[in-house]
Antibody, heavy 120, light 110 residues
Framework: QVQLVESGGGVVQPGRSLRLSCAAS????????MHWVRQAPGKGLEWVAL????????YYADSVKGRFTISRDNSKNTLYLQMNSLRPEDTAVYYC?????????????WGQGTTVTVSS | QSALTQPASVSGSPGQSITISCTGT?????????VSWYQQHPGKAPKLMIY???NRPSGVSNRFSGSKSGNTASLTISGLQAEDEADYYC??????????FGGGTKLTVL
């Protein structure tokens, strides 16, 4: 069945880097754009980034632009989020999600999330 | 990009109907028909309930419906059931080629 599994979360000091991964299965990963969305503890959802099916187009929220980089390896069915210069306010559960067929800005399948804690 | 505005909480009794509003601007909700709604139970990942303002994904109950008027979108849940108790988030595409979410609404089924 369609599945997304995130990994790579953990505790990191402010200013350091972390790379998240999202392994996809059960669908044609190389045909669909993918999103990262995060949720700070006790807070709402915040969109982070979108990458097109072939990686040629990338879009970012202002809060992460210049610090985070979204990428993908279609040969490995894997999505990535490279997070640099991390700040305490980046502490959140990070979800990867796939766009619904035919609709770029809606997500119909989500992973279980991976937790990132930025603290000294 | 500021978050879309949702009421913090709404409530209703089983069998009743409730509506959750989501207010934005002409740069997001008012400018595009790319509004989605997500349901999130505690400790779980969000679930897509409505996309493109009015469309339901396969498998979502027809008790859930969406609409839009100007800069405000709405989610209506009819025939409230206990399992509908959850947090609900709206989202919209924006002119900045980004996505913005609402702050979320906690639905309580009395």
């Amino acid at each position: 069945q369609v599945q997304l599994v995130e990994s790579g979360g953990g505790v990191v000091q402010p200013g350091r880097s972390l790379r998240l991964s999202c392994a996809a299965s059960g669908f044609s990963f190389s045909s669909l754009g993918m999103h990262w969305v995060r949720q700070a503890p006790g807070k709402g959802l915040e969109w982070v980034a979108l990458i097109s099916y072939d990686g040629s187009n990338k879009y970012y929220a202002d809060s992460v632009k210049g610090r985070f980089t979204i990428s993908r390896d279609n040969s490995k069915n894997t999505l990535y989020l490279q997070m640099n210069s991390l700040r305490p306010e980046d502490t959140a559960v990070y979800y990867c999600a796939k766009r619904i067929l035919g609709v770029l800005w809606s997500m119909d399948v989500w992973g279980q999330g991976t937790t990132v804690t930025v603290s000294s | 990009q500021s978050a879309l505005t949702q009421p913090a909480s709404v409530s209703g009794s089983p069998g009743q109907s409730i509506t959750i509003s989501c207010t934005g601007t002409s740069s997001d909700i008012g400018g595009y028909n790319y509004v989605s709604w997500y349901q999130q139970h505690p400790g779980k990942a969000p679930k897509l309930m409505i996309y493109d303002v009015t469309n339901r994904p396969s498998g979502v109950s027809n008790r859930f419906s969406g609409s839009k008027s100007g800069n405000t979108a709405s989610l209506t849940i009819s025939g409230l059931q206990a399992e509908d108790e959850a947090d609900y988030y709206c989202s919209s595409y924006t002119t900045s080629t980004t996505l913005v979410f609402g702050g979320g609404t906690k639905l309580t089924v009395l």
